[in-house]
């Protein structure tokens, strides 16, 4: 059985992809068996065999030990039984699902792939994408048939950026396959990296739709306490203040405002959504939820302009520092970041925007989204400074800091993580 022949290392696992997931995955089982790590990027494959982490998340100790080969070269997988695809499936600018990174992956697995192959997906998909999609590729280019020839099964990724306390050994793997003998194998499989267990799903469709449900239920939650948020702010009342208090009900869901970014709660609603409007349905809850967070960027940069004009300022000649690019906290990540969209909304009002980040590449900002960090900020320079990712090195900061930073050290200081409510005194201080 595949693995049996996996933990004896007379058969080889591979990962194809090897971004935020697909990389610590591939070291993981590397220090149990032989890995073959896959990526068409042959500088991020220089750059892994030089024990280097493109997405800056891994430590070089991270790769000792591990019984490894990065490659670029579709020939060095011939030789593999098992493989992981751990691609990412985004969504395009009309917030339709891009396949096209699976399909891929799916198609230089499909040259390669043997009778007695194992191919597991981790990305992201609408429940039927495996099978409907995916498996057809693998079929034509193989001239195999899943279940008789080779087996394939769907295991969703549950990799959390920048969180170094639940990682892929402690949270629970959701196994699938296509039948019960797969299903076995891969558990066991998984079992080898996972030191919390696996949890074995009834078919591929209901993994699936596991981690799109994940998704969509933190997805809806923010959506309600960022609305509540606005209609707060026009009240005068502080949402932090109000979630403090009603967070002292023992079964009150505890979740902030904030911008919704990354690529799992602000992307994959949408690949139900799509799926959803296929069937004939259209989602209302789900759709309204999406609706609503990803505006949070244009009312954000709104309620800075207003901020701007309450101290007699011209929008048309101010200036505003934005501290924090990535999508999140403490990753240099900055895919997907709706930091994006507070900044075009200020440049809408012709802001002068400048952007800093201790974590963001300067460069993949610029190929991102046509601008860059500047090297440092300038002392008494702006009207205006939007608090945006909860950086380490951005609490803790004096009041005197921001202060600095501000013309005269008058102006408004925007947190929009509650980081400094009621410590500070004397600038024009707002959170949502």
Not at 34 to 48: A, P, S
Not at 197 to 220: H, P, W, Y
Request: glycine share 8%; hydrophobic share 40%; charged share 25%.
């Amino acid at each position: 059985m595949i693995y049996n022949q996996l933990k004896n290392k007379e058969a080889k696992l591979a990962v194809i992809g090897l971004g935020y997931v697909g990389l610590p995955i591939a070291l993981e089982f590397a220090r149990s068996i032989k890995v073959v790590g896959f990526d068409i990027n042959q500088k991020r494959v220089d750059m892994m065999r030089n024990h280097e982490d493109p997405s800056q998340e891994l430590e070089s100790s991270a790769f000792d030990g591990c019984d490894i080969h990065f490659t670029a070269d579709i020939n060095e997988l011939k030789d593999v039984t098992f493989f992981i695809i751990a691609v990412p499936t985004p969504i395009n600018h009309l917030n339709l699902p891009d396949l096209g990174p699976v399909l891929s992956a799916s198609r230089t697995v499909g040259q390669v792939l043997k009778k007695g192959d194992y191919v597991v997906y981790e990305s992201t998909v609408y429940p039927g994408c495996t099978e409907d999609d995916c498996v057809p590729i693998l079929e034509e280019l193989s001239g195999l048939k899943r279940v008789s020839d080779f087996k394939v099964g769907y295991s969703p990724e549950r990799i959390n950026p920048g969180d170094k306390k639940n990682t892929l050994r402690t949270i629970t793997k959701v196994v699938s396959g296509c039948d019960a003998e797969s299903l076995e194998e891969i558990a066991k499989t998984y079992e080898i990296v996972v030191d919390a267990g696996t949890f074995r799903a009834a078919s591929i469709k209901v993994a699936e739709a596991c981690k799109i449900l994940e998704n969509t239920q933190r997805d809806a939650n923010i959506a309600i306490i960022n609305e509540f948020s606005m209609i707060m702010n026009m009240m005068d009342i502080n949402t932090y203040d109000v979630l403090e208090a009603a967070g002292t009900k023992w079964n009150f869901l505890k979740f902030t405002p904030g911008l919704v970014g990354g690529h799992c709660i602000g992307v994959d609603p949408y690949y139900l959504v799509y799926k959803a409007k296929k069937l004939g349905y259209h989602s209302r809850v789900i759709s309204s939820a999406r609706y609503v967070n990803d505006g949070m960027g244009q009312y954000v940069g709104k309620q800075t302009v207003k901020k701007i004009l309450e101290q007699g300022r011209n929008a048309l000649e101010s200036r505003v520092l934005v501290m924090g690019a990535t999508f999140k906290e403490d990753v240099s990540d900055v895919r997907n970041s709706k930091m994006v969209d507070v900044i075009r909304e200020l440049e809408s009002f012709s802001i002068k925007v400048d952007v800093i980040d201790p974590h963001a590449d300067s460069d993949e900002l610029k190929h991102e989204y046509g601008f860059g960090l500047v090297p440092q900020a300038d002392k008494n320079a702006y009207d205006a400074i939007i608090l945006g990712v909860a950086h380490k090195e951005y609490k803790d900061l004096p009041e005197s800091e921001f202060k600095s930073y501000l013309h005269e050290g008058k102006g408004a200081l925007i947190d929009l993580k509650g980081l400094y409510r009621g410590k500070i005194k004397e600038l024009n201080y707002w959170s949502m």
